[in-house]
């Protein structure tokens, strides 16, 4: 079958999907609001849009952030792209396979409505001439505007009291405005680590509030040779949780006196502070913690009890004079440009992306974000089911059965990621990605991986990179796959992956004999 398509928003997800509909030969029209495709990563970002600021440095590494159909340069080495770089991937990405003359840059979309006798009507108008509304039909519609959006600005006690300025780090480009400033900062994050950093290296004083200790990764781990996600392997992930909590609350205690640096030494402090570490979304940037040790940025973890006209009151009594307020407090979800389904939770969709009223009438790409992991890994996924289901090549499970997978995704996510009951997009990378492999059929366990010991090794212990899912299945590149994943070192080295596998058996043997819980059922 082919369907007309309509994909709204050009960023990775929308720019993905795009590319694996034209795969299956469908038609594709996508809309984008911005003069270039590439969402928060195109270069001309309104002050008042949500982007990239200016020394952004991704938290995922270039093997993990690319799609599977186009790897980074042969033999780069695993490293950090800044937002310049990922956006030039992001171009290269899309002249490599024709996707240009599908997108319409410069177009909102106002309003999506269900046709009677089927499809979907997509009225659109120029940005420039917003009064020259005109209306397409579609057989489906892709919404991929992404997460990062709408800015969540917060109410702050007392915060009608305050005559200093309160900003959102959605519109952060650089902390030269800061210079001179006493500022609070609300809420750590990926991003929240660089702007706090900033922040508190040209401000007058900076103090940083947060309600718990998010657990924090270095980008380099112990200072060493490799990502942080170069450990996203399945052997790690054949640790059950309880096992591998245990192992890191030993592995903090051990660092926070044994520490190779101050930093190291911080960082495990600070994780020491929270006994939930894989319950919870991992910030993978510890640049803010430099500056708590060097003494530039005070933390805070009581809770704000009130603003004042120019100070704010914690709740352990400590006061601190205040003119400026960063919100570092994330994004609402909204999705009231389409009429025909109540959305207010992801997790009400099947696997972050259909919706049991809607089917594959309209669906979601973009809200899946792992724990650890890249956003445009997921995103690939789901769009390459989404293609195969409009091809009809495959189909989505019975209502009932429908509707029984989500409750039972969204009990696993609610009870896995309870350390942040708000962040509804969360998900768990590894069973995502493997789960969605069995659905596709292009899972890498398959007999012949076994007369290659070499590359079975890779794939167990390597990092669990999106490139492992084309080497076999459908629109498969094994050649490429193969040369990519032999390319990129393994951080386990064999005498580590003997002894992580025996945590794993060992822990697996304790949950048999009922004295270690069971991770819940994904």
Same mark, same amino acid.
């Given at each position: 079958?082919?369907?007309?398509?309509?994909?709204i928003?050009?960023?990775?997800?929308?720019?993905?999907?795009?590319?694996?509909?034209?795969?299956?030969?469908h038609?594709?029209?996508?809309?984008?609001?911005?003069?270039?495709?590439?969402?928060?990563?195109? %270069?001309?970002?309104?002050?008042?849009?949500?982007?990239?600021?200016?020394?952004?440095?991704?938290?995922?590494?270039?093997?993990?952030?690319?799609?599977? #159909?186009?790897?980074?340069?042969?033999?780069?080495e &695993?490293?950090?792209?800044?937002s310049?770089?990922?956006?030039?991937?992001?171009?290269?990405?899309?002249?490599?396979?024709?996707?240009?003359?599908?997108?319409?840059? &410069? +177009?909102?979309?106002?309003?999506?409505?269900?046709?009677?006798?089927?499809?979907?009507t997509?009225?659109?108008?120029?940005?420039?001439?917003?009064?020259?509304? +005109?209306?397409?039909? !579609?057989?489906?519609?892709?919404?991929?505007?992404?997460?990062h959006?709408?800015?969540?600005?917060?109410?702050?006690?007392?915060?009608?009291? !305050?005559?200093g300025?309160?900003?959102?780090?959605?519109?952060?480009?650089?902390?030269?405005?800061?210079?001179?400033?006493?500022?609070l900062?609300?809420?750590?994050?990926e991003?929240?680590?660089?702007?706090? @950093?900033?922040i508190?290296?040209?401000?007058?004083?900076?103090?940083?509030?947060?309600?718990?200790?998010?657990?924090v990764?270095?980008? /380099?781990?112990?200072?060493g040779?490799?990502?942080?996600?170069?450990?996203?392997?399945?052997?790690?992930? #054949?640790?059950?949780?309880?096992?591998?909590?245990t192992?890191?609350?030993?592995?903090?205690?051990?660092?926070?006196?044994?520490?190779?640096?101050?930093?190291? &030494?911080?960082? %495990?402090?600070?994780?020491?502070? @929270?006994?939930?570490? !894989?319950?919870?979304?991992?910030?993978? @940037?510890?640049?803010?913690?430099?500056r $708590?040790v060097?003494?530039?940025?005070?933390?805070n973890?009581?809770?704000?009890?009130?603003?004042?006209?120019? /100070?704010?009151?914690?709740? =352990?009594?400590?006061?601190?004079?205040?003119? +400026?307020v960063?919100?570092?407090t994330?994004? $609402?979800e =909204? !999705?009231?440009?389409?009429?025909d389904?109540?959305?207010?939770d992801?997790?009400?969709?099947?696997?972050?992306?259909?919706h049991?009223?809607?089917?594959?009438?309209? $669906?979601?790409?973009?809200?899946?974000?792992?724990?650890?992991?890249?956003?445009?890994?997921?995103s690939?996924?789901?769009?390459?089911?989404?293609?195969?289901?409009?091809?009809?090549k495959?189909?989505?499970?019975?209502?009932?059965r429908?509707?029984?997978?989500?409750?039972?995704?969204?009990?696993?996510?609610?009870?896995?990621?309870?350390?942040?009951?708000?962040?509804?997009?969360?998900?768990? /990378?590894?069973?995502?990605m493997?789960?969605?492999? &069995?659905?596709?059929?292009?899972? *890498?366990?398959?007999?012949?991986?076994?007369?290659n010991?070499?590359? %079975?090794?890779?794939?167990?212990?390597g990092?669990?990179?999106?490139?492992? /899912?084309?080497?076999?299945?459908?629109?498969?590149? *094994?050649?490429?796959?193969?040369?990519?994943?032999?390319?990129?070192?393994?951080?386990?080295?064999?005498?580590?992956?003997?002894l992580?596998?025996?945590?794993?058996?060992?822990?697996?043997?304790?949950i048999?004999?009922?004295?270690?819980?069971?991770d819940?059922?994904?």
């Amino acid at each position: 079958m082919r369907k007309n398509v309509c994909v709204i928003g050009a960023g990775p997800s929308g720019l993905v999907a795009v590319k694996e509909l034209l795969d299956e030969d469908h038609t594709v029209t996508c809309f984008e609001h911005g003069s270039e495709i590439g969402g928060v990563f195109r %270069a001309e970002v309104a002050p008042d849009e949500a982007g990239a600021y200016d020394s952004t440095m991704l938290t995922i590494s270039n093997y993990m952030m690319t799609f599977s #159909s186009f790897p980074p340069p042969e033999k780069q080495e &695993r490293r950090f792209w800044s937002s310049a770089e990922y956006r030039q991937y992001l171009l290269d990405f899309a002249e490599r396979f024709g996707l240009g003359p599908s997108v319409r840059t &410069r +177009t909102d979309v106002l309003s999506i409505t269900k046709n009677e006798d089927g499809g979907y009507t997509v009225e659109v108008a120029p940005v420039d001439d917003p009064k020259a509304r +005109t209306a397409h039909q !579609f057989d489906a519609v892709v919404i991929s505007t992404g997460t990062h959006r709408v800015p969540n600005y917060i109410d702050l006690p007392g915060q009608e009291d !305050f005559t200093g300025e309160i900003v959102h780090s959605a519109h952060y480009r650089n902390a030269a405005r800061f210079r001179g400033k006493r500022v609070l900062c609300v809420g750590i994050g990926e991003t929240a680590a660089d702007v706090v @950093n900033e922040i508190a290296q040209t401000a007058e004083a900076c103090t940083l509030s947060v309600r718990r200790y998010q657990p924090v990764l270095e980008r /380099y781990p112990g200072g060493g040779p490799h990502t942080n996600d170069a450990y996203t392997s399945h052997l790690l992930h #054949s640790i059950p949780l309880a096992a591998a909590t245990t192992v890191m609350r030993f592995g903090m205690k051990r660092i926070k006196t044994r520490g190779k640096t101050g930093a190291a &030494r911080a960082v %495990a402090e600070w994780n020491s502070k @929270n006994k939930y570490f !894989f319950n919870h979304f991992l910030t993978k @940037n510890e640049a803010f913690i430099h500056r $708590v040790v060097d003494g530039r940025l005070t933390v805070n973890a009581a809770g704000i009890e009130r603003l004042g006209k120019d /100070y704010v009151l914690f709740k =352990d009594g400590r006061r601190e004079k205040i003119d +400026t307020v960063m919100l570092n407090t994330g994004y $609402v979800e =909204d !999705f009231s440009i389409l009429k025909d389904a109540d959305i207010t939770d992801v997790r009400t969709l099947y696997k972050h992306m259909i919706h049991p009223d809607l089917g594959t009438g309209v $669906v979601f790409i973009g809200w899946a974000r792992p724990a650890a992991g890249g956003v445009p890994a997921c995103s690939e996924m789901q769009s390459r089911y989404f293609a195969l289901l409009c091809s009809g090549k495959k189909s989505l499970p019975d209502r009932v059965r429908l509707q029984g997978l989500i409750e039972r995704q969204a009990a696993y996510e609610n009870e896995v990621f309870h350390g942040n009951p708000d962040l509804r997009t969360l998900v768990h /990378y590894n069973h995502f990605m493997i789960d969605f492999s &069995r659905l596709i059929g292009c899972s *890498p366990w398959r007999p012949s991986v076994f007369l290659n010991p070499r590359l %079975a090794y890779k794939l167990w212990c390597g990092s669990q990179m999106p490139h492992v /899912y084309r080497l076999s299945g459908p629109h498969s590149d *094994p050649r490429t796959a193969r040369k990519t994943i032999m390319n990129v070192p393994t951080a386990f080295k064999p005498p580590q992956a003997v002894l992580t596998m025996a945590v794993s058996l060992v822990s697996r043997g304790l949950i048999a004999l009922g004295l270690m819980k069971a991770d819940p059922t994904y």
